[in-house]
C-alpha cells in the first residue's frame, strides 16, 4: 500500500457507498428501510476508524481478516432480521443484532474495499 493511498481512495469508496444506500441496494441486501440512512453514516464512521487503525499494516491478511469480518457481519445481521421478523417484533434484541449487524457489514465492506483498492494503487518513485 502507498502511504497516502487511503486517504485519497476513501472519499470515492465512501461516496460510492452513499449511492448504493440511495439507490436502495441496502434495502435490497436486507436493511430496514427506515434505518438504513443511520446505518449507512454509522458504518461509514466506523470503517473510516478501521482504515485509520490498520494504515500501517497492509497485507493481505488484514484484507482476507477485513472481508471475513464482513460477511460475518452480513450473516448476523440476516440472522437477527430473520428472527425478529420470525417474532412479530416482539425480540428487540434481535432486532438490534439486525441493526448493528448492518452497520458492522458497512463499515467492513468500507474498510475491505478501500484496503483492497489501496494494494493495487502504484506506488511513488522518489
Same mark, same amino acid.
Given at each position: 500500500?502507498?502511504?497516502?493511498?487511503?486517504?485519497?481512495?476513501?472519499?470515492?469508496?465512501? *461516496? !460510492?457507498? +452513499?449511492? #448504493?444506500?440511495?439507490? =436502495?441496494?441496502?434495502?435490497?441486501? &436486507? $436493511?430496514?428501510?427506515?434505518? %438504513?440512512?443511520?446505518?449507512?453514516?454509522?458504518?461509514?464512521?466506523?470503517?473510516?476508524?478501521?482504515?485509520?487503525?490498520?494504515?500501517?499494516?497492509?497485507?493481505?491478511?488484514?484484507?482476507?481478516?477485513?472481508?471475513?469480518?464482513? *460477511? !460475518?457481519? +452480513?450473516? #448476523?445481521?440476516?440472522? =437477527?432480521?430473520?428472527?425478529?421478523? &420470525? $417474532?412479530?417484533?416482539?425480540? %428487540?434484541?434481535?432486532?438490534?443484532?439486525?441493526?448493528?449487524?448492518?452497520?458492522?457489514?458497512?463499515?467492513?465492506?468500507?474498510?475491505?474495499?478501500?484496503?483492497?483498492?489501496?494494494?493495487?494503487?502504484?506506488?511513488?518513485?522518489?
Amino acid at each position: 500500500m502507498t502511504r497516502y493511498a487511503p486517504f485519497l481512495t476513501a472519499p470515492t469508496i465512501a *461516496a !460510492l457507498l +452513499f449511492v #448504493a444506500h440511495l439507490s =436502495g441496494l441496502w434495502t435490497l441486501l &436486507g $436493511s430496514h428501510p427506515f434505518w %438504513s440512512a443511520s446505518a449507512t453514516y454509522l458504518g461509514l464512521a466506523a470503517g473510516l476508524v478501521v482504515v485509520v487503525l490498520i494504515w500501517g499494516k497492509p497485507g493481505w491478511g488484514v484484507l482476507i481478516l477485513l472481508f471475513l469480518l464482513t *460477511a !460475518l457481519a +452480513f450473516y #448476523a445481521s440476516t440472522k =437477527g432480521k430473520e428472527v425478529f421478523v &420470525g $417474532s412479530y417484533a416482539e425480540n %428487540s434484541f434481535a432486532g438490534r443484532i439486525w441493526y448493528f449487524g448492518f452497520i458492522g457489514f458497512i463499515a467492513g465492506l468500507f474498510a475491505s474495499l478501500v484496503g483492497l483498492v489501496s494494494a493495487f494503487l502504484p506506488t511513488p518513485r522518489s
